[in-house]
């Protein structure tokens, strides 16, 4: 049986193919507020700002493209059950290729209604129109879990994370919650990797962690191959 491999990538993860991130150096919240744009309040009180917010960030995904990382990453499903949790909202990681990826914080290309979170649809192009409606007649919003709202799919990624016999984490900081705690799910025994130039808080984790001190783009290749050498079947 092949091994349970589970990936969790954060901003650094797309930082590498351009995308904007929001903590780093002339990031997004060096220019916009999150009170102004990414809270519940924030749509209520100026919904024409947060759909501009989100159209832009949208434009901007689909204006760029997968790279090495996402690219190395998808060859480990030759030899590994692999599961990505990404607190990405863009899709580079399917763009890639990756066949199994949950996101914990949305996804850019979709809209949901404004009553009911399951009313989940895709959107067509990059420019939502600020008086579109969700199929069950609400305005329809960014599919984008806001300050301040809960995690919905949190528990489904606490569910793959103990299942994990690899855990690799890929570009995040491991400072926004609840996603970090992820890492207090998976067993201490279990081989764990990290990729990131920076300095994440590593005390999430359970046990040792491997730490490749490079960017995604650069590191994840590296790392992929020897996890096939080491872990890897056919």
């Known amino acids: 049986m092949r091994k349970k491999l589970v990936i969790f990538t954060g901003a650094g993860m797309s930082a590498d193919s351009g995308i904007s991130t929001f903590r780093d ?28 917010f989100y159209n832009k960030r949208r434009r901007e995904v689909y204006e760029k493209s997968p790279n090495d990382g996402h690219i190395a990453l998808v060859e480990l499903e030759k030899y590994f059950d692999v599961e990505i949790i990404t607190q990405n909202i863009d899709d580079l990681h399917e763009r890639a290729g990756s066949t199994r990826v949950t996101h914990l914080h949305g996804e850019i290309g979709k809209l ?4 009911n979170t399951d009313v989940i649809f895709d959107l067509k192009g990059w420019e939502q129109p600020p008086a579109l409606k969700a199929p069950d007649g609400s305005p329809a919003r960014p599919h984008i879990v806001f300050f301040g709202e809960a995690v919905p799919m949190f528990e489904r990624a606490v569910e793959i994370a ?6 690799v984490v890929i570009g995040t900081s491991l400072a926004v ?8 799910y998976v067993g201490e025994p279990v081989p764990k990797f990290l990729v990131d130039p920076g300095e994440p808080d590593l005390r999430v984790v359970n046990g040792k962690i491997d730490i490749i001190k490079e960017r995604a783009a650069s590191g994840v290749p590296q790392l ?4 096939i050498k080491e872990y890897g079947d056919k």
């Open 177 to 184: 919650y609840p996603a970090a705690s992820l890492l207090y």
């Open 25 to 52: 150096a002339d990031g997004l919240w060096d220019r916009y507020r999150i009170e102004d744009v990414c809270t519940p309040e924030a749509l209520l009180k100026n919904r024409e700002l947060v759909i501009e």
């Open 162 to 167: 103990r299942r994990a016999d690899i855990f």
């Open 224 to 227: 992929v191959e020897r996890l």
């Open 112 to 115: 949901r209604s404004s009553v």
